[in-house]
């Protein structure tokens, strides 16, 4: 028996989650209400259901490989008089990618972070305590610069 496979989604008609089917080459539609549009807007959606459907992809994911065993195993079963099965795709709400954005902004600070580190570890590479500070104020380094640098650096 086939695979019957269903995206739980958000439905604008029905303002709630929703099981909906792609069946064959058409759009997606609605299983409660038959509506086909697929197009939502995060921000209608009431924070506790985002919450929840959140962790339902999350558990999705995490129970992925164990499901694909799952279904490997039962498909070398007897095909007569087993009903069809039914996967039920989790929707992530564009969450994947807006945690991709703050990964790719988290890696863009690191980077200049340790660019900023590595600019003076070289400004001032050799200075010892009683050494004129390199920010050229006259100071020596240990009275200047020396615990602002050694925080950063270290």
């Known amino acids: 028996m086939p695979t019957k496979r269903y995206t739980r ?8 989650f929703t099981l909906h089917h792609k069946p064959f080459e058409q759009e997606f539609k ?15 959606i009431p924070d506790d259901k985002y919450r929840e459907q959140i962790e339902r992809w999350k558990n999705y994911n995490a129970n992925k490989i164990g499901n694909l065993y799952l279904n490997f195993a039962s498909s070398n079963s007897s095909f007569l008089g087993s009903s069809p099965k039914v996967e039920i795709i989790e929707d992530d709400l564009g969450y994947e990618k807006r945690r991709n954005e703050l990964y790719a902004k988290e890696q863009e600070v690191r980077k200049a972070k340790k660019e900023e580190q590595e600019r003076l570890k070289s400004l001032y590479k050799g200075l010892t305590r009683n050494d004129k500070c ?21």
């Open 30 to 44: 609605c299983k409660d209400c038959g509506d086909s549009s697929k197009t939502y807007n995060p921000k209608d």
């Open 9 to 16: 989604t958000w439905c604008s008609t029905c303002k709630e």
């Open 134 to 154: 390199g920010c050229a104020s006259g100071l020596k380094f240990k009275n200047c610069c020396q615990s602002k640098i050694n925080e950063i650096i270290y």
